[in-house]
């Protein structure tokens, strides 16, 4: 079967048998079939269990083939000494998607990994294709389907896709709670980063692609497809296990060989896949890519309250490999308006010596962003903002109107004061501003934005 066929089973079911759905229901039960229930599921869903006739006012069959509809994708939340005799009971049913939710096969030493061999083999005996084991599964905002055990996760239809081996992005980041589908490939015994890929790479719904990889077994055809989908979108990598304790982690978490971090470095540089450092940074894509256009150059205008933040974000230029913009004459004479005779006008642009007293700071901000908008020799821009208790700084409102009349260039924003994180939230409300909490994390972005408008390109 077509890979991206095969994959709509495990994203896109009509129908769902939970295999070992437990009688334990309630706020506290981590039960994936009250879980799939809970969160809307469009398609059928069957639970499965031989010794209960009911659960949650749904029949529950003894066995798979009790079922009598056909069955697109078998979900197994058995512990692991049954899951050999289910998964031949799938194949023998003719089913060709299968999860094991259960550890205790390559991730549990030599014993488990021969074990986990014989599934595969029965699997693939039969046409069928597994994800995991020890894996939640898959989420869809799409079809309301997810099928992990954690009960908080919140659900909707954005336009990133997350490939992963953990769970950790079932529960959420702190800012990034919200994904649009995710595939938890747990050991990789056989549905690999590659197969993730190949069904993210003309799906309408995403734009944007977080790997979250301990190790890759087919590196060959990872290699193969991520470098035709990294000309569709931007892909991130973070790599985990770089560190000797890390890698021994990641082979009792996954079963994953870890390997050189250098290798990895040069495959992702041969790809176009863009690598992150941690969470934060991986958050931080996400936001920015979800949020702004791309930077068609690398020359970065700056318009600060505090000139201090100024010189902090030139220096995380230099360090990003960004340009600070020379503004034209143009500009200059129109930010000329607002400033006292004495001052040398220049990026970054001190908003702090402007005559903001008279002027008011929300027009102040307002007349200076947009000149900068509208030069040609920009091409990103970052505002360093304050966050205080003031009713006459409106920059709330300023701010995101102009960045919605010119969307060509993205603006980011560092903000500073005791309502930083509130004003912050506020500020990307309107979706076309990206706020972070460091200057750094701000520049960065946008050397990341520069960086896959030159990658997109080389793969056209």
Same mark, same amino acid.
């Given at each position: 079967?077509?890979?991206?066929?095969?994959?709509?089973?495990?994203?896109?079911?009509?129908?769902?048998?939970?295999?070992?759905?437990?009688?334990?229901?309630?706020?506290?039960?981590?039960?994936?079939?009250?879980?799939?229930?809970?969160?809307?599921?469009?398609?059928?869903?069957?639970?499965?269990?031989?010794?209960?006739?009911?659960?949650?006012?749904?029949?529950?069959?003894?066995?798979?083939?009790?079922?009598?509809?056909?069955?697109?994708?078998?979900?197994?939340?058995?512990?692991?000494?049954?899951?050999?005799?289910?998964?031949?009971?799938?194949?023998?049913?003719?089913?060709?998607?299968?999860?094991?939710?259960?550890?205790?096969?390559?991730?549990?030493?030599?014993?488990?990994?021969?074990?986990?061999?014989?599934?595969?083999?029965?699997?693939?005996?039969?046409?069928?294709?597994?994800?995991?084991?020890?894996?939640?599964?898959?989420?869809?905002?799409?079809?309301?389907?997810?099928?992990?055990?954690?009960?908080?996760?919140? *659900?909707?239809?954005?336009? +990133?896709?997350?490939?992963?081996?953990? /769970?950790?992005? =079932?529960?959420? @980041? $702190?800012? &990034?709670?919200?994904?649009?589908?995710?595939?938890?490939?747990?050991?990789?015994?056989?549905?690999?980063?590659?197969?993730?890929?190949?069904?993210?790479?003309?799906?309408?719904?995403?734009?944007?692609?977080?790997?979250?990889?301990?190790?890759?077994?087919?590196?060959?055809?990872?290699?193969?497809?991520?470098?035709?989908?990294?000309?569709?979108?931007?892909?991130?990598?973070?790599?985990?296990?770089?560190?000797?304790?890390?890698?021994?982690?990641?082979?009792?978490?996954?079963?994953?060989?870890?390997?050189?971090?250098?290798?990895?470095?040069?495959?992702?540089?041969?790809?176009?896949? *863009?690598?992150?450092?941690? +969470?934060?940074?991986?958050?931080?894509? /996400?936001?920015? =890519?979800?949020? @702004? $256009?791309? &930077?068609?150059?690398?020359?970065?205008?700056?318009?600060?309250?505090?000139?201090?933040?100024?010189?902090?974000?030139?220096?995380?230029?230099?360090?990003?490999?960004?340009?600070?913009?020379?503004?034209?004459?143009?500009?200059?004479?129109?930010?000329?308006?607002?400033?006292?005779?004495?001052?040398?006008?220049?990026?970054?642009?001190?908003?702090?010596?402007?005559?903001?007293?008279?002027?008011?700071?929300?027009?102040?901000?307002?007349?200076?962003?947009?000149?900068?908008?509208?030069?040609?020799?920009?091409?990103?821009?970052?505002?360093?903002?304050?966050?205080?208790?003031?009713?006459?700084?409106?920059?709330?409102?300023?701010?995101?109107?102009?960045?919605?009349?010119?969307?060509?260039?993205?603006?980011?924003?560092?903000?500073?004061?005791?309502?930083?994180?509130?004003?912050?939230?506020?500020?990307?409300?309107?979706?076309?501003?990206?706020?972070?909490?460091?200057?750094?994390?701000?520049?960065?972005?946008?050397?990341?934005?520069?960086?896959?408008?030159?990658?997109?390109?080389?793969?056209?």
């Amino acid at each position: 079967m077509d890979i991206v066929k095969q994959m709509k089973l495990f994203m896109e079911p009509q129908s769902v048998a939970v295999l070992g759905a437990s009688r334990r229901t309630g706020k506290m039960s981590f039960n994936a079939f009250q879980n799939i229930l809970n969160f809307g599921f469009k398609g059928k869903i069957y639970p499965v269990n031989p010794s209960v006739g009911e659960i949650l006012g749904q029949k529950v069959y003894p066995n798979i083939k009790a079922i009598p509809d056909d069955i697109d994708l078998a979900l197994i939340t058995t512990p692991y000494k049954h899951v050999r005799s289910l998964v031949d009971e799938c194949v023998e049913s003719g089913i060709r998607a299968i999860i094991v939710v259960s550890g205790g096969f390559a991730d549990a030493g030599e014993e488990g990994k021969a074990f986990q061999g014989e599934i595969i083999e029965i699997a693939r005996g039969g046409n069928a294709r597994i994800i995991g084991p020890n894996s939640m599964g898959i989420a869809n905002s799409q079809n309301r389907l997810n099928t992990a055990f954690v009960p908080e996760m919140q *659900m909707k239809e954005t336009s +990133l896709g997350v490939i992963c081996q953990s /769970g950790l992005f =079932f529960c959420g @980041l $702190p800012d &990034m709670h919200l994904v649009g589908k995710i595939i938890d490939l747990g050991n990789c015994c056989d549905i690999g980063f590659a197969d993730g890929l190949a069904y993210l790479e003309d799906d309408p719904a995403t734009k944007l692609i977080l790997l979250h990889i301990e190790g890759i077994k087919d590196g060959k055809r990872f290699m193969e497809i991520s470098k035709r989908v990294s000309g569709k979108k931007p892909i991130f990598a973070l790599k985990t296990g770089k560190s000797e304790a890390g890698a021994g982690a990641a082979q009792s978490h996954s079963g994953s060989m870890a390997g050189m971090d250098e290798v990895y470095d040069a495959v992702f540089k041969q790809c176009g896949i *863009m690598r992150v450092n941690d +969470l934060d940074e991986m958050q931080d894509m /996400g936001k920015a =890519f979800l949020t @702004l $256009p791309l &930077m068609r150059g690398k020359r970065v205008a700056i318009a600060t309250v505090t000139y201090g933040g100024g010189v902090s974000c030139l220096d995380a230029c230099q360090a990003y490999n960004l340009e600070v913009a020379e503004l034209s004459r143009s500009t200059i004479n129109k930010i000329r308006e607002l400033a006292p005779d004495w001052l040398d006008l220049k990026n970054p642009v001190d908003l702090g010596a402007l005559n903001f007293m008279k002027h008011g700071l929300d027009k102040t901000l307002s007349i200076t962003l947009e000149a900068l908008l509208r030069d040609d020799k920009v091409d990103g821009i970052t505002l360093i903002l304050p966050a205080m208790n003031s009713d006459s700084w409106n920059l709330l409102e300023t701010t995101p109107k102009l960045a919605m009349r010119y969307k060509e260039k993205p603006i980011v924003c560092w903000m500073y004061g005791n309502r930083c994180h509130e004003y912050s939230d506020e500020l990307e409300k309107g979706g076309e501003i990206a706020a972070f909490p460091t200057i750094e994390r701000a520049i960065l972005a946008l050397a990341r934005l520069y960086e896959y408008g030159k990658i997109k390109k080389e793969r056209l």
